[in-house]
C-alpha cells in the first residue's frame, strides 16, 4: 500500500503553516517502517488530485474552519469532510473538498483524512505560530503518530528537533527571530 502524508498551509501566515511545520516536524524528528512519503504541499490544491488517485492512504495536515475555540484538534476522514460545506473557508480547504468530491465518484481513490487544527490567526503575514498553537502542536504530532500507525506504519522517534529550528532551517525566521543568512546559502558574506 502507497500511503503519503502532506502539510498543508502557508507559512506566510502566522497559523496557516502549521500543516507545513508539522509534516517537516515529523520528517525530522521520526524515521518509518513501511511505505510513507512525508511531503510539504504548501496550497497545492488541484494538484492534489493526483496523490488521491495514486495513494492507498492519503493524511493532510491544515488547518481547519470550524466553529470552535482556537488549539482544538479534529480527525476529518473524508466522508465527514464531503459534508462540511462550513469546512470551506480558505482557498486551499475549497480545493480539498472539491478533490475529494471529484474523486469519490471515481473507481479508485484514496482514504483521505484531515488532522487539522483550528487556528488562532490566519490573517497576520508573519511567519511562526501563535502561542495557543505552539502548546497545541505537540498534540497535533501525536495525533498524526497515531494516524500513520492506523495504517499499518511504525514510527520510531530519532530526534527531538524544535518547531523554531525547524523553522529556522526551513525559512531563516521565526515569530520576527531572523537568521543572520539564506538558510542553505553557502555564500557567509550575507553575515
Keep these: 500500500m502507497k500511503n503519503i502524508v502532506i502539510g498543508v498551509g502557508n507559512l506566510l501566515f502566522k497559523d ?9 516536524y515529523l520528517e525530522e524528528n521520526y524515521g518509518f517502517e513501511g511505505d510513507l512519503e512525508i511531503i510539504e504541499g504548501g496550497t497545492l490544491g488541484f494538484k492534489l ?16 474552519s470550524i466553529e470552535d475555540k482556537a488549539g482544538e484538534i479534529f ?9 462540511l460545506g462550513n469546512y470551506r473557508k ?9 478533490m475529494l468530491e471529484i474523486c469519490s465518484v471515481l473507481d479508485k481513490h484514496a482514504e483521505v483524512t484531515i488532522l487539522g487544527i483550528i487556528p488562532e ?12 498553537i505552539e502548546e497545541r502542536f505537540e498534540e497535533l504530532i501525536l495525533q498524526a503518530v497515531k494516524e ?9 522517534r530519532k530526534d ?7 523553522a529556522h532551517e526551513l525559512i531563516g525566521s521565526y515569530n520576527g527571530e ?3 543568512r539564506i538558510p542553505n546559502e553557502e555564500d557567509t558574506t550575507w553575515n
Design 121 to 132: 490567526d490566519i490573517v497576520t503575514v508573519e511567519i511562526g505560530l501563535t502561542k495557543k
Design 148 to 156: 500513520i500507525e492506523s495504517i499499518g506504519i511504525k514510527v520510531i
Design 75 to 83: 480527525r476529518l476522514p473524508s466522508e465527514v469532510l464531503l459534508g
Design 16 to 24: 496557516e503553516g502549521v500543516g507545513i511545520y508539522a509534516a517537516k
Design 178 to 180: 531572523h537568521l543572520k
Design 49 to 64: 488530485m493526483t496523490f488521491f488517485q495514486e495513494y492507498d492512504n492519503v493524511i493532510i495536515l491544515d488547518t481547519v
Design 160 to 166: 527531538n528537533k524544535s518547531i523554531k529550528t525547524i
Design 90 to 98: 480558505t482557498a486551499h480547504e475549497v480545493e480539498i473538498v472539491e
